[in-house]
């Protein structure tokens, strides 16, 4: 569970986020949209303790992360996973040595154990025969899978993925969206994903948080978000993004 109770956040005089309050439950899927500029991508690096908020409380899985040490928030955060939008991926390693690269670092499993559990996320992402293929090598897709595949290799209980579709084009897409479908049925990870893509929204979302104008102006079922008459909700989804919602969904 993540908890963000009356968080404010701004920069250099500027507020971005105002009075925040939003509970993400471990069973469903959340998607947070809202147009550029809106603060989503400071959501994302508060939750993970990147920089912390000016005023109120960020509960992740109980702990008040606002509050804790460096040390603390690293323990913390080996039960979160990120999947960055350009993937990441360090040029000058091949993609098996990218997966298993933090388990190595932290020393936190045998060699074996890394050898495994490295050729099972890509088995899960569908790449064990791309294992020694460097990112240069890779499609735009494949490099997102990787970053998938590095994220999920040790077992995050709750991964958050910062724009996976943007920029794919639709049939790569659907691999991704149901990548991260199978993750949250495989593992039961709490799966929150920052996106302004229609239909990776729609497809995926069983909550929307909507975020505009440094507010939260919405919070609940996806049906019920494309019903809302709110002039900032219509203005950012227009007829087309309804439209999307609705071919999704009957
Ligand atoms: N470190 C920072 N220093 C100064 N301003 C920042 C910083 N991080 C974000 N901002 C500002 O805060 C606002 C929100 O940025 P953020 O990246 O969170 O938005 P976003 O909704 O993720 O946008 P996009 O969809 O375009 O990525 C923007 O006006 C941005 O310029």
Redesign the pocket.
Known sequence: MIKFSNVFKG??GRT?LEDISFLIPDNKITVIM?P???????VLRLMIGLMRPDSGTIEIMGNDITKVSDKELFEIRKNMGMVFQAGALFDSLNVIDNVSFFLKEHKLKSKEEIASLSFEALKFVGLEDSAYLYPSELSGGMQRRVAIARTIVYRPKIVLFDEPTTGLDPHTSRIIEDLIRNLREQTGALILI?S?VFQTAFRLAERIIYLDNKKILFDGDPKDFVELDNTFVNTFLGPEGKKIFFNYNN
Not at 36 to 42: L, W
């Open positions: 920069f250099g971005v809202g550029s500029g809106c603060g989503k991508s400071t920052v302004h």
